[in-house]
């Protein structure tokens, strides 16, 4: 776990870095390019006076810093939970391996404890920081120690809560990020409504043409906005649950395949 936090540092400012350039090349490419040729073909109609249904272009729509910054926060979080999603993943398939093998009606005594602790040690040292190795391994550890198998139960349970507190933590910059995001809207909702009242006298004079565009920044930072926090809180929702559900499972396999198996002989 030690090289595990080194490398999931780096990884999260990989992938801000290049969340922040391949989603600022698009806007600087496509959306304000289009965003840009579509108003100006709107104010030169309206300058002539020529009758025309303005559209609401996507384009229109996400053109300015504060959605830009939105996509950025977005792409952000997903690749933070795909890499611990994935991790996830990973631990879940040990819980399809006889890591301990014994055998359905095998008794386990305190002297035997360490000979079942091998397996475990034996594994690559990534694979022995997940949770299901960490689990057995500090159970068997704790019955050779005191003896005791309920003493070991509440040791399972107790590093299974732990790993459960400690996944949760980690999820704080995925939460900041979720809230992040429909802030940033309403700083845009702000900024088009100040912009809007420093442009009143104009929409007195009869332009309003300065005052619309001011509100449709305004409304549509926060549109998109609220749309990509939704999407960023199902995900988050979804990847606490793979996480919820490893957990339960690893306590059950130790619970299981361990516990029940141990004896202390008088």
């Not at 979080?77 to 994935?86: L, P, T, V």
């Not at 990020?177 to 104009?202: C, D, H, M, N």
Request: proline share 3%; net charge negative.
């Amino acid at each position: 776990m030690k090289k595990q936090l080194p490398f999931e540092f780096i990884y999260q400012l990989g992938a801000l870095v290049l969340a922040i350039i391949l989603v600022h090349l698009v806007y600087l490419t496509v959306i304000r390019p289009n965003a840009d040729a579509i108003l100006t073909t709107q104010a030169e109609q309206s300058a002539q006076g020529q009758s025309f249904v303005q559209t609401r272009s996507i384009y229109v729509v996400l053109k300015d810093y504060e959605q830009e910054s939105c996509f950025i926060l977005m792409f952000w979080a997903i690749a933070i939970m795909a890499f611990k999603g994935r991790l996830a993943l990973r631990e879940r398939a040990l819980l399809q391996q006889e890591i301990v093998e014994i055998s359905q009606g095998m008794s386990v005594l305190p002297e035997d404890a360490r000979e079942y602790t091998r397996p475990i040690q034996a594994l690559p040292e990534e694979t022995q920081g997940y949770l299901l190795p960490r689990v057995l391994l500090t159970a068997l550890q704790r019955f050779a120690a005191t003896r005791n198998v309920q003493d070991v139960a509440n040791t399972v349970r107790s590093v299974c809560e732990s790993e459960s507190d400690r996944l949760d933590s980690e999820l704080a910059m995925v939460r900041y990020i979720a809230w992040a995001i429909p802030s940033i809207g309403f700083i845009g909702t702000v900024r088009g409504i100040g912009e809007a009242l420093g442009q009143a006298y104009k929409a007195v004079e009869g332009d309003i043409a300065g005052v619309t565009a001011a509100l449709g920044v305004a409304f549509n930072s926060t549109f998109i906005a609220l749309v990509i926090s939704i999407l960023i809180m199902f995900l988050m929702h979804q990847l606490q649950l793979i996480q919820e559900r490893l957990v339960l499972d690893s306590q059950h396999y130790a619970e299981q395949r361990l516990v029940q198996h141990l004896q202390v002989r008088d």
